[in-house]
């Protein structure tokens, strides 16, 4: 029999590693006390790559990963924890280990603190990424919204029976702000619940064009000039492509899952989408 072998391209080679949240984290998160990594064999990947089991060890909470080398991990689950006690890091279930709902998603753990669970989507569009935030006590989802790729949280605390959250949020609109003017920017402020000042759009869609561009042209060969020049006409159908706007926030996430998301003040951030 054939088995299908997963080749995967370098931005999922980062993406599915088993050391990706160890090796790249978010300080805003708590440090885990330790994770440990339990082998279960080779995956049908190139380059080789081998499933696990991944356990993260925090106060009063482990962590479970099934990762199978798969784009997104194919189970997260959790143990509560007393005291100093770390379960056995095993891929059969445990006693009072709970699956948390996710459902269809495609998502990896992303880290913990301020008492929750918070999971990250596989993949990307727009340069913008899901987040999805749990609460252990209860295994329900609390929150989930879109922060700029490549981002990291500005903060994450708890305040009585709130959490706050503050990061870049992100969000692709009907429309290119570009071509379709003051009305477009009208649409997606009221959309993402954004007051400030409209972002230089025309500026950032340019800037984004120059590194396409300059992505496209390094990784083919022949003429790069006349590679850069063919890429930088195309800008009139990348001017009509919906505009992409972030800008920074903070989010209170009462005890009841209510949400109030206020910007900062900061400027907003445009670009166009994929």
Not at 135 to 140: K, Q, S
Request: charged share 25%; net charge neutral; with cysteine.
């Amino acid at each position: 029999m054939n088995v299908p072998i997963l080749v995967l391209t370098m931005a999922a080679i980062a993406a599915t590693s088993a050391h990706a949240t160890e090796n790249n984290p978010d300080p805003t998160f708590e440090k885990p006390a330790a994770v440990k990594h339990l082998r279960l064999g080779r995956a049908q990947t190139q380059p080789v790559s081998y499933k696990e089991i991944r356990c993260s060890y925090f106060g009063g909470v482990m962590v479970k990963e099934w990762d199978q080398q798969e784009i997104g991990d194919k189970e997260i689950s959790y143990v509560l924890t007393q005291g100093a006690a770390k379960p056995a890091c095993q891929k059969a279930a445990l006693p009072g280990e709970r699956k948390l709902p996710t459902g269809d998603l495609t998502v990896y753990f992303l880290g913990y603190a301020a008492g929750a669970i918070f999971l990250g989507d596989a993949d990307g569009a727009n340069d913008t990424i899901g987040f999805y935030v749990f609460d252990p006590m209860t295994g329900r989802r609390r929150f989930t919204d879109t922060i700029k790729l490549d981002s990291k949280f500005a903060g994450i605390s708890a305040e009585g029976d709130t959490l706050r959250l503050g990061y870049t949020r992100a969000l692709t609109g009907p429309c290119s702000v570009v071509t379709d003017g003051a009305d477009c920017w009208s649409k997606i402020a009221r959309q993402a619940g954004f007051s400030g000042p409209a972002p230089d759009c025309a500026d950032g869609y340019r800037e984004s064009g120059r590194k396409f561009a300059e992505e496209a042209c390094r990784i083919q060969r022949g003429d790069r000039q006349k590679c850069l020049a063919e890429q930088l006409t195309r800008r009139a159908e990348r001017d009509k492509a919906p505009s992409v706007v972030a800008f920074d926030v903070t989010a209170a996430i009462g005890s009841d899952d209510t949400t109030k998301i206020t910007p900062t003040g900061g400027p907003a951030q445009c670009w166009p989408s994929d």
